[in-house]
Antibody
Framework: QVQLVQSGAEVKKPGASVKVSCKTS????????VHWVRQAPGQGLEWMGW????????DYAQKFQGRVTMTRDTSISTASMELSRLRSDDTAIYYC????????????WGQGTLVTVSS | DIQMTQSPSSLSASVGDRVTITCRAS??????LNWYQQKPGKAPKLLIY???SLQSGVPSRFSGSGSGTDFTLTISSLQPEDFATYYC?????????FGQGTKLEIK
């Protein structure tokens, strides 16, 4: 079965960077784009960008341009998202999501990784 | 960028009720509209894709309709496990965007 398993919770200080990993299984990693979505405490869902695991090509939301980097390691079917220059308002749960074949819907989600930014 | 507006933001209903949630896009998105259900402490789950197609394994009491800018999610007969937050999302163009969510609570 398809699974996306993310790395554990992180606590970071303002100005630091965080890298969240997303290990996939149950499907061919390079065949499906991976997106990242975040959710601040008690808030809605915010799209951050996508990664093409086959080519490594990325596209980021303008809000995160210059601070986010999405990468992959095809040898271990893992996608990663690094966010730099963290601020307190980056405190959120970060989800990796598989983009399905059906009208670009998000068909499988990771369990989420809580990133807390606090001095 | 395409803005998605859901209504209502919260809704109280009883088991067995029929409920409808609406979602409006700021421009036409054809049928590139998806609905997700999120329960507390869990990741969202895909319910409906392409405006009206039921994701595999989702109960048939869930249905979606609409095209262009106006969409609806209907739950025909609420079950206890349906009390959750629902989000619409457009996948017509990046940046993909979500509605602000509708929290469905027990009356």
């Amino acid at each position: 079965q398809v699974q996306l398993v993310q790395s554990g919770a992180e606590v970071k200080k303002p100005g630091a960077s965080v890298k969240v990993s997303c290990k996939t299984s149950g499907y061919t990693f390079i065949d499906y784009y991976v997106h990242w979505v975040r959710q601040a405490p008690g808030q809605g869902l915010e799209w951050m960008g996508w990664l093409n695991p086959n080519s490594g090509v990325t596209d980021y939301a303008q809000k995160f341009q210059g601070r986010v980097t999405m990468t992959r390691d095809t040898s271990i079917s893992t996608a990663s998202m690094e966010l730099s220059r963290l601020r307190s308002d980056d405190t959120a749960i970060y989800y990796c999501v598989r983009l399905g074949r059906d009208y670009d819907s998000f068909d499988y989600w990771g369990q989420g990784t809580l990133v807390t930014v606090s001095s | 960028d395409i803005q998605m507006t859901q209504s209502p933001s919260s809704l109280s209903a009883s088991v067995g009720d029929r409920v409808t949630i609406t979602c409006r896009a700021s421009q036409s998105i054809s049928v590139y509209l998806n609905w997700y259900q999120q329960k507390p402490g869990k990741a969202p789950k895909l319910l409906i894709y392409a405006a009206s197609s039921l994701q595999s394994g989702v109960p048939s009491r869930f249905s979606g309709s609409g095209s262009g800018t106006d969409f609806t999610l209907t739950i025909s007969s609420l079950q206890p496990e349906d009390f959750a937050t629902y989000y619409c999302q457009q996948s017509y163009s990046t940046p993909y965007s979500f509605g602000q969510g509708t929290k469905l609570e027990i009356k």
